[in-house]
């Protein structure tokens, strides 16, 4: 196919910090590659999110956001600085974490791949970090109300790590099928030996699901093992498949190791929906200098692409996707990069670059 007669509607939510200058860079990327593959156009709709919409809707993710993108195919999320909120904003889920949870977005699934020009600490790294998204250890996933964390008297602090047999049944699935579409190795990151219950079922379902990808070389290591072997050799490894905040501490830890966090992409997924969100922070120490790098917002949308292909049988967005990531790995290549890497080009101008690079003008 090549292209769909409706235009795809992506909501557009820019976020805290650098959101409003990285993911206007990617924007004008996903149009320079859709136009050079001869997809059809997207339906941009932008929609209030952080700390204006707080201002402006008084709250950081309005209930007509959620609204509105129900009704999109999919959206890009900007970074969002919620420890910066006032109260009660402050302590409330924030932004990414109340639409993951309203929408269902089980899998985070997390590249860290390694290209020439962009300073990899384990040059060939080539990795995916499928990361499961609504349990585990981060608290603010794992109840119906509230949060999951409580403090009993002013001295305790309790927070509930939950990890069930169906979540991690579809993480598991997920897993394996990237595995099997890639080098078919996975790998499991667990804490068994200590969280015998918790992370011993994660590993275990894993390893049970993996009997139905005979196909898919499966291994398996505790987290704080997980963190050496990274370091040391990174390019070892395929997919990697683990719970939430390990999950969270791996994939920022691989994405240095490709060579900086700022090129750590990431989408956010259920089996119909799926999220656009960079690996890294809002950065506030850098915002509105126009020299944060957008690789990793750029890419993400190009993940975005690559899953909304896949979902339509879309072939053209498929191909959107992939000049994308050539687009960005040439104009590394060629020296062309943000101050964080080593160069002095800016935000708007490496997007600008790209997409250059993209429509071959």
């Known amino acids: 196919m090549t292209g769909h007669a409706t235009p795809l509607r992506l909501g557009l939510l820019e976020g805290d910090g650098i959101g409003p200058e990285i993911v206007p860079a990617a924007v004008a990327v996903v149009d320079a590659a859709l136009a050079a593959t001869g997809a059809t156009p997207v339906d941009w709709v932008p929609l209030p999110l952080g700390r204006s ?32 909120y006032p109260e009660p904003y402050r302590s409330q889920l924030n932004p990414s974490g109340t639409i993951r949870k309203h929408f269902g977005l089980f899998a985070n699934i997390r590249p860290a791949k390694a290209f020439e020009g962009a300073k990899a600490i384990v040059p060939g790294t080539d990795l995916v970090i ?3 998204n609504t349990q585990g250890f981060y608290a603010d996933r794992n109840t119906f109300a509230g949060t999951g964390e409580f403090m009993p008297d002013a001295n305790t602090a309790i927070a509930m790590g939950i990890i069930t047999r169906d979540a991690v049944e579809k993480i598991a699935r997920s897993a394996f099928e990237l595995a099997r579409s890639r080098r078919g190795k996975l790998t499991i990151v667990h804490k068994a030996n200590v969280l015998r219950l918790t992370t011993g079922l994660f590993r275990d379902v894993c390893r049970e699901i993996g009997q139905e ?5 499966v291994d398996d290591f505790h987290i704080d093992a997980m963190t050496v072997h990274l370091v040391r050799r990174a390019d070892a490894f395929d997919v990697i498949v683990t719970e939430n905040m390990f999950g969270d501490i791996l994939s920022d830890l691989a994405g240095e190791i490709a060579g900086s966090l700022g090129i750590a992409p990431s989408i956010n997924a259920s089996l119909d929906r799926a999220m656009a969100q960079a690996s890294h922070g809002s950065a506030p120490d850098i915002a509105g200098r126009d020299i944060a790098n957008p690789i990793a917002m750029i890419l993400s949308a190009a993940m975005l692409l690559q899953w909304l ?17 050539a687009g960005v790995e040439g104009t590394v290549a060629n020296g062309v990069v943000t101050p964080d890497m080593g160069g002095h080009v800016s935000t708007s101008g490496f997007g600008r670059a790209v997409a250059k690079t993209i429509s071959g003008s």
Not at 213 to 217: A, D, G, K, L, R
Not at 312 to 323: H, S
Request: glycine share 6%; no cysteine; proline share 7%.
């Open 309 to 325: 292909g896949a979902k339509r049988d879309d072939a053209a967005l498929i191909k959107a996707a992939e000049v994308i990531e």
């Open 213 to 217: 990808f005979p196909e898919v070389e």
């Open 53 to 84: 919409a707080i201002d402006t809707h008084g709250s950081p993710i309005p209930a007509s956001t959620l609204d509105a993108l129900a009704e999109t195919d999919a959206w890009l999320l900007g970074p969002h600085d919620s420890a910066a």
């Open 130 to 132: 499928v990361r499961e």
